[in-house]
């Protein structure tokens, strides 16, 4: 009879850990399918957010090159500066193709000439 007893709590108790062990599992797959689910809601916000940058960005840089390069043949030393520090900015985020054309051309175009007539060429 205690053979018995000792038996029945042996195979209870493993009852029980085999449930708490299957719960907890379940447990932890839903944690790692909800992480997963969090980072690649995460990575896709990311690349969302780059996306517009570079939208951002190129449709700036358009804008300058159009504006000084193209309309008026030069370009203050300081918007060749911002362009350079925004065309690097683009280039990192992975993009280039027409945008290095106009990075070539401005850096090939005259620098606008300063207030005392002066062209200040620091590039």
């Not at 062990?21 to 399918?33: C, H, T, V």
């Not at 060749?80 to 106009?102: P, Q, T, V, W």
Request: charged share 35%.
């Amino acid at each position: 009879m205690e053979g018995f007893i000792f038996d029945l709590a042996e195979w209870a108790v493993t009852g029980v850990l085999a449930v708490v062990a299957g719960l907890l599992w379940k447990q932890m797959q839903e944690y790692r399918r909800r992480g997963l689910e969090e980072e690649r809601r995460r990575d896709e916000e990311h690349a969302a957010l780059r996306r517009g940058m570079q939208m951002q960005l190129r449709a700036q840089l358009v804008e300058m090159h159009h504006q000084w390069v193209a309309e008026r043949g030069y370009m203050p030393v300081e918007t060749k500066r911002l362009f350079h520090d925004m065309f690097c900015a683009y280039e990192a985020l992975g993009e280039n193709g027409i945008i290095s054309s106009l990075y070539e051309d401005v850096k090939k175009a005259h620098v606008a000439p300063g207030p005392d007539g002066d062209e200040d060429d620091d590039d």
